[in-house]
C-alpha cells in the first residue's frame, strides 16, 4: 500500500492554521500533510499537532527563491546570476523542514530565461543542487525538484520534462536530492506515467496527484489511478503521494475526493 498525505490547503477551512489542518486530516485518515509556506507558520504548533495526531510532515515548500514558477523578475535556479541567492533560500529551508520533521522540501526552479542558453540554465540547476545536496544530507530532508506542465497551467516554467529532471538529479549523484513527480503534470506533459514512475522509482522522492482535465479529484478523468498507485507499490516506491487537488468535479466534495482517493489504494 502507499502512503497518502494531503495539502494542508486542501482541508483547512478559511483562517485555520496548518495545525488545525492536521488534526482536520487526521480524522479524514490521512497519513501525512504537506503544506506551501512554511515561513508563515507556527512550526512548533505544526510539529506538536502532528505529534499529538499521529500525522507525519510529508513535504514543505522551500521559500523565497527556491519557490518560483513563474516571476521573472524574482530570483530563480536556472539563472546562474542567482545561484547564492537560491542556495541560501533553500539552506534555510532545509532547516525548516528539519524543524518539523518533514521528509522532503519541493524546489521550484523558475521560468525560462530567456537571455540565456537552456544548457546554461540547467547547469546552473544542477551546480544550485550540489551546493545544497551536502545540507540535506545533514539533515535528512530529500529536496525533491518539481517539473511542471508548460501547456496548461504554467507558461514559460523551464522544467516541464520528467527525464530531463531525472537526468539532472543523477548528475548531482546525492541520495538526497531527487524529483517531485506530479502525475497531474507529466500526463499532460507527456504521459505514460506509470513507465515514467517505475522505470526511475530509484530517483522519486515525492510524487503529486490530480486528474486531468481540470486537475482534480483521482477518479475523476483519464487517469487510472488505482492502476498507478499499483504500479508505485509493485515498484517499491517508499515516499508519500500527495493529493494536491483544490477543487473536485461537479457533485465531488473535497472530503469525498480525499476519501475516494484513499480507498483507490
Request: hydrophobic share 40%; with cysteine.
Amino acid at each position: 500500500m502507499v502512503d497518502f498525505a494531503v495539502n494542508a490547503g486542501i482541508v483547512a477551512d478559511d483562517g485555520q492554521s496548518v495545525a488545525e489542518a492536521i488534526e482536520t486530516a487526521a480524522e479524514l485518515g490521512v497519513d501525512a500533510v504537506e503544506f506551501f509556506d512554511w515561513e508563515g507558520a507556527d512550526l512548533d504548533a505544526v510539529r506538536a499537532a502532528a505529534d499529538a495526531h499521529d500525522v507525519d510532515v510529508a513535504g514543505i515548500l522551500a521559500a523565497g527563491a527556491g519557490s518560483n514558477i513563474d516571476d521573472r523578475d524574482a530570483p530563480a535556479a536556472v539563472n546562474p546570476y542567482d545561484r547564492q541567492t537560491v542556495v541560501e533560500d533553500v539552506e534555510r529551508s532545509i532547516e525548516g523542514a528539519e524543524r518539523v520533521g518533514a521528509d522532503c522540501l519541493i524546489l521550484t526552479v523558475g521560468p525560462d530565461q530567456g537571455g540565456f542558453a537552456r544548457d546554461t540554465q540547467r547547469r546552473s540547476l544542477e551546480r544550485v543542487l550540489e551546493r545544497i545536496a551536502p545540507a540535506a544530507e545533514d539533515a535528512g530532508v530529500t529536496v525533491v525538484v518539481e517539473p511542471l506542465n508548460t501547456v496548461v497551467d504554467h507558461p514559460g516554467y523551464f522544467l516541464e520534462s520528467s527525464r530531463e529532471a531525472f537526468d539532472i538529479v543523477r548528475s548531482v549523484g546525492s541520495p538526497r536530492v531527487k524529483v517531485l513527480f506530479d502525475a497531474y503534470h507529466q500526463q499532460v506533459t507527456e504521459g505514460d506515467v506509470i513507465r515514467n514512475l517505475t522505470d526511475n522509482v530509484d530517483q522519486v522522492g515525492h510524487v503529486h496527484v490530480a486528474d486531468n482535465p481540470g486537475r482534480y479529484e483521482p477518479g475523476s478523468g483519464e487517469m487510472a489511478y488505482g492502476n498507478v498507485f499499483d504500479a508505485l507499490d509493485d515498484a517499491g516506491y517508499d515516499g508519500y503521494v500527495g493529493m494536491e487537488f483544490f477543487a473536485t468535479s461537479d457533485g465531488t466534495t473535497l472530503e469525498q475526493g480525499i476519501r475516494n482517493t484513499l480507498a483507490m489504494d
